[in-house]
């Protein structure tokens, strides 16, 4: 028994304890003091006696006299004071029922035919056969995350703990927030995130801790894959990819009731902004065919060879692969040895020419090149079997061989592209053993892969299970989709590529702003069958270029072979082709190697113009060690790249008077852009 009171008696004092901080807390609120003195004075006073029984007034005709009014008390003449956040609410205007009506009509209107769109598709089987589930192996990779918490009981309590504790002092701080303390947040922060730029998302408690719990979550998460013992690094890359996706969606600034900003929006302009949005996700599924194609920029104010692309020159040859342009020189005299551009055809082309101010073809030419670039053809069933091979034969070296034609030179400067450069060194490889290797004079990389041992993010997409259901996915079309390459890029960067559009969009309703670079990456192409299975196979899940292994043509490769002198440009935050990958690559070729890393990232990198240069540029000594010491011995240079790689090109060359497209040798066929490009998906 005295344990039991005694065990009472403590519970007793606890709980007396805890009430006595609730009611500190209670009374450092200005309204919870008064409410508390209301009480007490309440409580105080004395029983008012009942009021005496009020006699009926006799009936009469006349109008009686109104009798004055008594003089009010000053205690009572006083205005009680508005409730907590009073103020806020009375802003809030009424809503205006008809209008409300009509705009909830207009959105099941519009989320209708959205859903039809789908339907439709799905009934004609026009997208049926283009879906990838990847539920299954989601749900795969994360069961093999679970299994090693799940399999010991104290390690799946303590990962329990560990969210709980972090919930638990979360709650705290929320008391504390809402008791006019400012505590430090108690989840990690990123550095600037812009989806919580309202002051909101910090000022309001409610939405600061669901801002702080979603940051919880997603660490908790991450950590318990980075924690995962015993699973292999593609296993584990895959489920870091799969919790960034999730994360990505489940983010509280995706919704209207857990994001301030959507809220005030909803409200002011009580729903019109959804039915703005649900107007345009109707729009944009009917423009996929039954999938959303987000938009992310207004095309409506670019057009190719008309504010795109506009750098003067004439298609001046074309096969069924691709059109070759030569662009008309703006100064008298030009360097001896053109310049062949090869783009990948993962993109289109005039990424290097969106408009003069950005335009490096423009630059190069206006520094006296005689520039030739390949624009491949977006390809369609017809070139299902057009692989690396006829890629290299019926592309790059039949263009060398038409510019030849054109200005009787033997040897050409090459610039490589992403996946173009992977081809190109492919190509230098296949020719060093041939009888002819001097055609290629010098090769420049754009952020090129050819060893994939760090190939990225890019990597997640690539095991065996997945590229079977990519292959059987292209051979029901001989190509793969537009789309499915576009998706697969933006999925890399979902906070800035999916889901602030879906917001902005769809819930905001506003149609997102004109902006060529966007533009551009909406524009896509589809991948042959037989190219695009051969590069996953060769480079991705095999890397056998840099191995030796690869073969092309009966030609097993060998880029130590390759002796030509090369400029190798990589990109600081590059998650496409990593900086580090592209240094580990400069050293499997035999010649010099001039090693840049450029500021930003695999575009911006890159289209870094002159006039108006972002960021800047590392130089150092040769590529040898490891990239992180070679990164700590560098010099940095303002501004961009392309002088330093001018002066490199050009070191040498003599000057011949300027060449007209096609040289009286090859008829120009049309303008550049030429029609190749303007090829949709």
Not at 228 to 252: I, W
Not at 514 to 538: G, I, K, Q, V
Request: with cysteine; charged share 25%; proline share 7%.
């Amino acid at each position: 028994m005295s344990k039991r009171k005694d065990k009472a008696s403590a519970t007793g004092a606890t709980k007396g304890k805890d009430l006595t901080k609730n009611k500190d807390l209670v009374k450092k609120s200005e309204p919870g003091k008064k409410a508390v003195k209301t009480l007490d004075k309440a409580a105080k006073s004395p029983v008012a006696p009942a009021p005496a029984p009020v006699k009926p007034a006799p009936v009469t005709s006349e109008v009686p006299k109104a009798a004055p009014k008594p003089a009010a008390p000053a205690a009572e003449a006083r205005k009680p004071e508005p409730a907590p956040h009073a103020e806020g609410l009375a802003a809030i205007p009424m809503p205006d029922v008809e209008k409300l009506t009509a705009v909830s009509t207009e959105i099941l209107t519009e989320s209708g035919k959205a859903g039809a769109a789908m339907l439709k598709a799905m009934e004609t089987g026009e997208k049926a056969s283009l879906v990838q589930d990847e539920s299954a192996d989601m749900a795969k990779t994360f069961g093999a995350v679970a299994e090693y918490w799940v399999k010991d009981p104290a390690r799946f309590v303590s990962a329990q703990k560990d969210i709980s504790l972090d919930l638990i002092n979360l709650w705290s701080s929320a008391i504390k927030q809402v008791g006019g303390e400012k505590p430090e947040p108690v989840a990690p922060m990123p550095a600037r995130d812009p989806r919580f730029a309202d002051a909101e998302w910090n000022d309001n408690p409610y939405f600061n801790f669901l801002k702080q719990a979603y940051f919880i979550g997603q660490h908790w998460a991450q950590d318990l894959v980075d924690r995962a013992e015993g699973l292999d690094e593609h296993t584990k890359r895959k489920a870091s990819f799969y919790v960034r996706q999730l994360a990505g969606a489940l983010s509280p600034s995706n919704f209207v009731m857990t994001n301030p900003e959507l809220l005030r929006a909803t409200v002011e302009e009580q729903g019109e902004n959804i039915a703005r949005g649900m107007k345009m996700l109707a729009e944009d599924v009917e423009a996929g065919k039954g999938e959303l194609k987000i938009r992310q920029t207004d095309n409506t104010k670019f057009e190719v060879g008309v504010n795109l692309a506009i750098t003067p020159g004439k298609v001046v040859f074309r096969n069924e692969l691709f059109e070759l342009i030569q662009y008309t020189p703006s100064t008298p005299e030009v360097y001896k040895t053109p310049l062949l551009i090869v783009p990948p055809w993962i993109n289109k082309f005039y990424i290097l020419d969106l408009n003069p101010e950005k335009s490096f073809i423009r630059w190069a030419v206006s520094q006296g090149q005689t520039v030739f670039v390949i624009a491949w053809i977006n390809p369609d069933s017809r070139h299902r079997t057009y692989d690396f091979e006829a890629y290299m034969k019926k592309g790059i070296l039949t263009a060398i061989e038409q510019i030849e034609v054109a200005t009787g030179e033997k040897s050409v400067n090459t610039i490589g592209y992403c996946v173009g450069g992977t081809l190109l060194a492919v190509t230098l490889a296949y020719i060093a053993q041939g009888k002819r290797p001097e055609r290629i004079k010098s090769a420049t990389f754009f952020t090129t892969q050819v060893d994939f041992t760090y190939a990225g993010d890019l990597l997640t997409f690539v095991d065996e299970n997945q590229i079977k259901g990519v292959e059987e996915l292209m051979a029901k079309f001989g190509y793969l989709p537009g789309e499915k390459m576009a998706g697969a890029f933006n999925m890399l960067r979902p906070n800035d590529l999916i889901w602030s559009y879906m917001v902005n969009n769809y819930l905001k309703g506003k149609k997102p702003a004109p902006f060529d670079l966007l533009f551009w990456n909406s524009d896509s192409t589809r991948m042959a069958e037989a190219n695009h299975s051969f590069y996953l196979r060769n480079c991705y899940l095999n890397n056998t270029l840099s191995q030796g292994r690869m073969v092309v043509g009966d030609r097993t490769l060998d880029l130590s072979k390759v002796k030509i002198p090369v400029y190798n440009l990589a990109a600081k935050e590059d998650h496409i082709a990593p900086a580090k990958s592209v240094f580990v690559g400069s050293k499997f070729f035999g010649g010099p190697v001039t090693y840049v890393m450029a500021g930003s990232g695999h575009i911006a990198g890159v289209v870094n113009p002159v006039a108006k240069p972002k960021y800047q540029f590392w130089t150092g000594g040769p590529v040898a060690g490891e990239f992180e010491d070679w990164v700590k011995s560098t010099t940095e240079h303002p501004g961009t790249w392309w002088p330093h790689w001018m002066e490199w090109l050009t070191k040498g060359d003599k000057l011949v008077p300027a060449r007209e497209p096609g040289g009286g040798k090859l008829k120009p066929l049309c303008d550049a852009p030429g029609t190749y490009v303007k090829i949709k998906s």
